[in-house]
């Protein structure tokens, strides 16, 4: 009953008057860009890198706050930098140098230099930026936990053994989900536009809901058994892991081997604090009982807004720390209706676009990040399921 009441509900919003005042919104913002947005750029980069080296200063000893830290500016520089950079964010605003616009951001050579991690630029770029925020909580949507967590969800799946696998996926998914499946998603959809670019050019968004798979997309490169998994090992996982854990503790080897021994052990607890916390955060973001799934793709940009908010949730936040900690995603519904901007414009637009969700009922959902991961938890368990809704307008459906 409640998804069928919040499916009329969806139908029923005034699809073109919400659409022209999110635009309006969204054209004040564009107006207002200026250098203080390059500024909060600034303070995210100093704080993401001053985690990180803060971190390994302490890390040739036993120190857990060491690990802590170089997690906390691991994340920070994906989510507080690369994110927003590589989504455009950047591009337009006043007195930004070409290395944080997204034609230079992690291009080439200089992804050793701004974003060396597990997943390669390109194809997170490609998974996120595209097959994601355009099909976010649809079918089609290459991250939909509820969908891709079928397995830990099946009924006859041990409760013991469902906290043990998800504990190890939150302590690994970077390396285990997320780099695999964004690297198969850019490998086929170059496949695809390289043996027939006409459907490319028809459909440059290619979906990965039809895939056959076990788990995941990603699957098919986990094991260097065949091309595409070799070279997913040498672009990707092998030149995070030799730096990370290979370059980067041998600097310490001048303090002694038990420098060098702390460093290693410091790293690998960073990697895991590096998983677990933007998996506490992200996650969560378009799960939850009280979010909609989508069967069909958007057909105006009017139900396009309208899914964004639906299907996606925000936390609370405020402050530049609080903000930060949560890698700006606890405005979550803000940066999914204009991905292009800059994260200081999504704390700004936050309350107006909630006033103009709550004007024409448009569903806003703002918790703390706790329940919002209980939220997630539950969908894992199997104990719940997201809400089935179709955004057509009445007047179409």
């Known amino acids: 009953m409640l998804d069928q009441v919040g499916a009329r509900s969806l139908q029923a919003i005034d699809y073109k008057a919400f ?5 309006a919104l969204h054209a004040r913002l564009k107006a207002g860009l200026g250098p203080a947005d390059y500024r909060h750029l600034q303070k995210m980069v100093r704080w993401s890198r001053g985690c990180t080296l803060l971190g390994y200063a302490m890390a040739w000893f036993p120190n857990p706050l060491a690990a802590l830290l170089i997690g906390v500016g691991n994340m920070g520089r994906w989510a507080t ?10 591009d337009a605003v006043p007195g930004v140098p070409p290395r944080y616009t997204s034609k230079r951001y992690a291009r080439g050579w200089r992804r050793y230099l701004d974003w060396l991690d597990w997943l390669h630029p390109d194809a997170w770029a490609h998974e996120h930026n595209q097959l994601h925020h355009y099909h976010t909580g649809q079918r089609d949507d290459p991250d939909l936990v509820e969908r891709n967590a079928w397995f830990i969800r099946h009924p006859s799946m041990p409760r013991p053994l469902k906290w043990l696998l998800v504990g190890l ?3 690994t998914w970077k390396w285990s989900y997320y780099a695999p499946n964004t690297f198969w998603a850019l490998k086929q959809h170059r496949r695809i536009r390289a043996q027939d ?34 070279e997913y090992y040498a672009r990707c996982v092998l030149p995070y892991a030799l730096f990370r854990f290979g370059l980067v503790p041998a ?17 690998l607890l960073a990697e895991v604090v590096a998983n677990v916390l933007p998996f506490v955060t992200i996650a969560p973001n378009h799960t939850g009982e009280d979010l909609y799934r989508f069967e069909g793709s958007c057909a ?26 949560l890698g700006y ?27 103009i969700c709550d004007r024409h009922g448009v569903p806003y959902v703002q918790e703390s990040v706790f329940r919002r991961f209980g939220q997630l938890w539950s969908i894992l368990m199997g104990d719940t399921r997201m809400r089935a809704a179709d955004t057509r307008p009445a007047a179409s459906a």
Not at 251 to 267: D, E, I, M, R
């Open 329 to 355: 995603l606890n405005y979550q519904i803000e940066h999914h209706m204009w991905p292009d901007l800059p994260l200081l414009k999504y704390r700004q637009a936050a309350p107006e676009l909630r006033a």
């Open 169 to 171: 996926l939150m302590a």
């Open 81 to 90: 930098v690369t994110h927003p950079v590589m989504h455009r964010g950047y």
């Open 197 to 230: 670019p006409a459907q490319a050019r028809a459909n440059p968004l290619p979906t990965m809901g039809t895939v056959k798979r076990w788990l995941i997309p990603g699957e098919k490169v986990w094991l260097p058994v065949s091309a595409w998994g070799l």
């Open 19 to 23: 659409a022209l005042d999110v635009e």
């Open 251 to 267: 600097l310490f080897l001048p303090l002694g081997t038990w420098a060098w021994a702390c460093v290693l052990v410091n790293s």
């Open 300 to 325: 105006s940009r009017a139900e396009f807004y309208v899914q964004q908010a639906a299907g996606s949730v925000n936390y609370h936040g405020g402050s530049d720390l609080q903000d930060f900690l």
